[in-house]
C-alpha cells in the first residue's frame, strides 16, 4: 500500500528542519528539546524569517523607485573638457534715435497728432520689447495709421517684426569698441552674432548658430537677423556663419580636436583665459520711453546650446562700469548604463530620448520655451516675433500682447496645478548631461578719461559714449563635476541580499538552493527511485510478495559488541521477504531507502533483544530512528522484554523512555498497531506466509 502524499510532504519537511543551515530551525524537530523549547525557538525562526525578508523587500523596492543616486565625481575635470559659456548681452538702448525717436513720436501719440504710417508700424513694433510704461490714454495700440478710432487694425504680418527691429537698431560698429579672447584681440564680427530674443536685438558669444539650434523649417529665422548686405544693407556677421565641429553636449568634444574647435573652450581659468568685450553707447539714444529707468545692459551666461531668455534670467551691468563676472560651471552627467531605466526614474532624458518640434537639441530651457510656443499658438492663435515658428504660423501683433502675456501666467499656473495630479503640462525634464554656471559679480567704475586715454587716444567723435568693460572667464583650473550613477548595481543588490540574510537568519544563497532541492530535486528523486523500483519488479510475483513496505530488520549473527554506527557488511535479504507476525503500520522513510516499510518486531522478538543479554543483531537500511519506533513499539506491548541497559550496548539511548521519546511515541499513547493486532490491509493469507518463510 502506498504511503500517504502529505506522509511523504511532512517527512520532507522535518528532514529538511532537522538539516537546514538556518539557525534555530533544527532544535524545533530536535528529539531532545521540550516543546515549550520548540515553541520559543518556532517563535525566534519565524521572526527572524520575517525580518529578514522585509528588509530584502524593502531594500529592493528602494532600488526599483530611485535606481540612482547623485554624487561628487572622484576627480576633477579640467576646463577644456566643457565648452566656454555662451554671452549674450542685449543693450537697453535699442533704438538709434537718428532712425526713429521713439520719445518724440510717443508724446505725440499721446496728444492724439496724427503719425505717419511707418512711425505707427515701428511704435507698433516697438510695443514687443519696450518697457510696460509705454501707455497711451487710449488703446491707440489696435488703432490704424492715426489715432481716430476709426482706424482698422492693420494686419500682424505688415508689420514684419524683426525686420523694423534689425532696422531700427545701433549698428553694430557703433555698438562694439573691442573685442579679445584667450587674452588676443580678435576682430569683434568673428566673435559675437547677432540674435533674436525676448529682449529684441541681443549680440551672443560662443552660441550655436540657428542652422544648429533650430530645425530645418527654422532656417528663415537666419535670413531675418542677418539680411545680406545688397538687400537691405547689414554686414552679414562672420560669427553667425560658425558651426560646431561634433560637439554635442551629451558626448562632448570629438576625439583628437584641438582647442579651436568650436563652441569655444579655454585652457586655463582666470583672467586670462576668458572674454574680454568693451561696448559704447552714445548719450544721445539714450531714452527712457522704451527702456525705462533702467539703463545699461542685460547679460545672460547659458551653454552654447539653449536658447537665452533674458527675460527670466540676465545680469544688469550699468553705463560707465567695468564688471567681472567669475564662472564656476556645474557639471551633471548621467552613466549610460541608467539608459535601460525609465525617464520618470532617472528624472531626465538622454539625447535621444525626447525630440522637439522646433528645436534640434533637447534641453530644459529649449522645452519649455517650445511649451510656450504651442500654448500660446493654442489660446491666442499667433506666436511672438522671438518665438520659434514656421512659415505658415502667424506673428502676433502689438494689440494681442496682452493675450500673448497672459498665456506665460496661465501655463505657469497650469504648471503648479498638474504637478498634484502627477500630469505635468510640459513634461519637460532636464537632459541627462547639463551645465549650469554659478557666477560671482565684481563691478567697479571705469575712469573714462583714462579709458579714452589708453584706448580711444581722445578722438573728438569718442565724446559723449558711455563704455561698459565686460570680463568673463572661469574662476578654476579645474571643477568637481556632479554625476548620476547607479544606486545599486547587481553585485550590489546580491550583497544586501546576502547580508541581510547571513544577519538575521544565519543563510546564504547555499541555503536558498537547499530550499530549492527540498522542494523539487529531492520528491522528483524519489518518484524516480520509486517508479524504477517498480518496473524491477517481475510481474510473476505475487501481489502480496510486491508490497514495498516489506524491508525487515532481522535477528541473525551479528553481536551487538560493535557500535551500530558502524553498518555491518550483510548480504541484503530479499527485497520481498515478509517474517509471520510482522507488526505493520510502524514505519517511516529511511535514510536508506525511498520506500516507507514496517520494521516488524514482535514481542516474542524483543524478549530475545535485551540489555542485559543481547542477542545478535543485523541493521538493515535503518537509521536509530527506525529501530528506535521498533523497540519502543514492542516496549509499550511488553515493558519487561526491556531490563536495563547493559554496558556492551552501543544504542544512544539512556532510558527506555529515550527509546520512546526517539520513536516519537508520547509515554500516554496507546501502541495500536504492536504485537499481533494486524491492521486490515496487512491480512495475508497463510500461503503467502509460508512462501516467505521459505
Not at 525557538?41 to 526599483?64: D, E, N, P, R, Y
Not at 532696422?167 to 569683434?188: A, H
Not at 529682449?199 to 539650434?213: D, K, P, R, V
Not at 530512528?625 to 544504542?651: E, M, N, T, V, W
Amino acid at each position: 500500500m502506498k504511503a500517504p502524499r502529505c506522509t511523504i510532504v511532512k517527512n520532507l519537511v522535518r528532514e529538511y528542519i532537522a538539516s537546514s543551515s538556518c539557525h534555530g530551525m533544527s532544535y524545533i524537530v530536535h528529539p531532545k528539546v521540550s516543546v515549550a523549547e520548540r515553541v520559543c525557538w518556532s517563535c525566534i525562526v519565524v521572526l527572524s524569517l520575517s525580518t529578514c525578508i522585509a528588509a530584502i523587500v524593502l531594500g529592493h523596492q528602494k532600488w526599483i523607485e530611485k535606481p540612482m543616486i547623485v554624487s561628487f565625481s572622484a576627480k576633477p575635470i579640467p576646463v577644456w573638457k566643457m565648452p566656454f559659456p555662451a554671452i549674450t548681452v542685449c543693450p537697453q538702448t535699442r533704438i538709434d534715435v537718428e532712425k526713429f525717436n521713439i520719445t518724440e513720436v510717443y508724446l505725440r501719440a499721446r496728444t492724439n497728432k496724427t503719425l505717419s504710417p511707418d512711425e505707427w508700424r515701428k511704435l507698433r513694433v516697438l510695443t514687443h520689447v519696450c518697457s510696460s510704461v509705454m501707455r497711451s490714454k487710449r488703446d491707440y495700440y489696435g488703432t490704424g495709421g492715426s489715432t481716430s478710432r476709426d482706424g482698422d487694425t492693420p494686419p500682424a504680418d505688415n508689420e514684419r517684426v524683426v525686420e523694423q527691429l534689425v532696422n531700427m537698431s545701433i549698428p553694430y560698429d557703433e555698438l562694439f569698441v573691442s573685442c579679445m579672447w584667450s587674452f588676443n584681440f580678435r576682430p569683434c564680427e568673428a566673435l559675437w552674432a547677432r540674435k533674436v530674443t525676448e529682449n529684441g536685438i541681443c549680440y551672443s558669444f560662443n552660441m550655436l548658430s540657428s542652422a544648429e539650434l533650430y530645425t530645418e523649417d527654422q532656417a528663415f529665422r537666419e535670413w531675418e537677423v542677418n539680411p545680406d548686405d545688397r538687400k537691405h544693407g547689414f554686414r552679414s556677421l562672420h560669427a553667425a556663419k560658425m558651426r560646431s565641429t561634433g560637439w554635442t553636449m551629451e558626448n562632448g568634444y570629438t576625439f583628437g580636436e584641438d582647442l579651436l574647435a568650436y563652441p569655444r573652450r579655454t585652457a586655463s581659468g582666470g583672467f586670462k583665459g576668458g572674454a574680454i568685450v568693451l561696448m559704447k553707447a552714445h548719450q544721445n539714444n539714450r531714452e527712457y520711453i522704451c527702456s525705462g529707468a533702467l539703463q545699461g545692459y542685460k547679460v545672460t551666461i547659458h551653454p552654447p546650446d539653449e536658447f537665452p531668455r533674458l527675460s527670466e534670467y540676465h545680469i544688469r551691468v550699468p553705463p560707465m562700469q567695468a564688471v567681472s563676472i567669475i564662472v564656476k560651471p556645474r557639471l551633471l552627467t548621467t552613466q549610460k548604463n541608467l539608459h535601460r531605466f525609465p525617464p520618470t526614474k532617472r528624472q531626465c532624458f538622454f539625447s535621444d530620448e525626447r525630440k522637439l518640434r522646433f528645436f534640434r537639441v533637447y534641453n530644459e530651457q529649449n522645452c519649455e520655451f517650445e511649451c510656450l510656443t504651442n500654448y500660446t499658438l493654442a489660446t491666442c492663435g499667433c506666436v511672438t516675433f522671438a518665438m520659434p515658428r514656421d512659415n505658415t504660423t502667424r506673428v502676433c501683433g502689438a494689440h494681442e500682447k496682452r493675450c500673448y502675456k497672459m498665456a506665460v501666467t496661465r501655463l505657469m499656473e497650469l504648471d503648479e496645478v498638474t504637478v498634484f495630479t502627477g500630469q505635468e503640462m510640459c513634461d519637460c525634464l532636464p537632459a541627462c548631461t547639463t551645465i549650469k554656471y554659478d557666477v560671482e559679480l565684481s563691478n567697479d567704475w571705469l575712469n573714462l578719461d583714462a579709458m579714452l586715454d589708453s584706448m580711444i587716444k581722445h578722438e573728438r567723435k569718442m565724446e559723449g559714449m558711455e563704455p561698459m568693460l565686460l570680463y568673463v572667464y572661469f574662476k578654476d583650473n579645474k571643477f568637481l563635476y556632479i554625476e548620476r550613477v547607479e544606486y545599486m548595481n547587481f553585485n550590489g543588490e546580491l550583497a544586501n541580499f546576502g547580508g541581510i540574510l547571513a544577519l538575521l537568519s544565519g543563510m546564504s544563497l547555499t541555503s536558498l538552493a537547499e530550499i530549492l532541492f527540498y522542494i523539487f530535486v529531492r520528491p522528483l528523486g524519489l518518484w524516480v527511485k520509486a517508479q524504477y523500483v517498480r518496473i524491477a519488479i517481475k510481474p510473476s510475483v505475487p501481489e502480496v510478495q510486491l508490497r514495498p513496505r516489506t524491508n525487515s530488520v532481522h535477528f541473525d549473527t551479528y553481536p551487538l559488541d560493535a557500535s551500530i554506527r558502524n553498518k555491518p557488511k550483510v548480504s541484503k535479504p530479499a527485497d520481498y521477504e515478509m517474517m509471520p507476525g510482522m507488526s505493520p503500520k510502524v514505519f517511516r522513510e529511511t535514510e536508506y531507502d525511498s520506500q516507507l516499510g514496517p520494521i516488524p518486531v514482535t514481542g516474542d522478538q524483543a524478549k530475545n533483544y535485551t540489555y542485559k543479554n543481547p542477542e545478535y543483531f543485523s541493521y538493515h537500511n535503518y537509521s536509530f530512528y527506525d529501530i528506535g519506533r521498533a523497540i519502543g513499539c514492542a516496549y509499550r506491548q511488553q515493558p519487561s522484554a526491556l531490563p536495563k541497559r547493559s554496558k556492551r550496548f552501543h544504542l544512544p539511548w539512556q532510558k527506555e523512555e529515550d527509546i520512546l521519546y526517539d520513536a516519537a511515541i508520547p509515554m500516554t499513547e496507546t501502541c495500536t498497531y504492536c504485537g499481533a493486532e494486524k491492521h486490515p490491509d496487512e491480512k495475508l493469507d497463510q500461503n503467502a506466509m509460508e512462501t516467505s518463510k521459505s
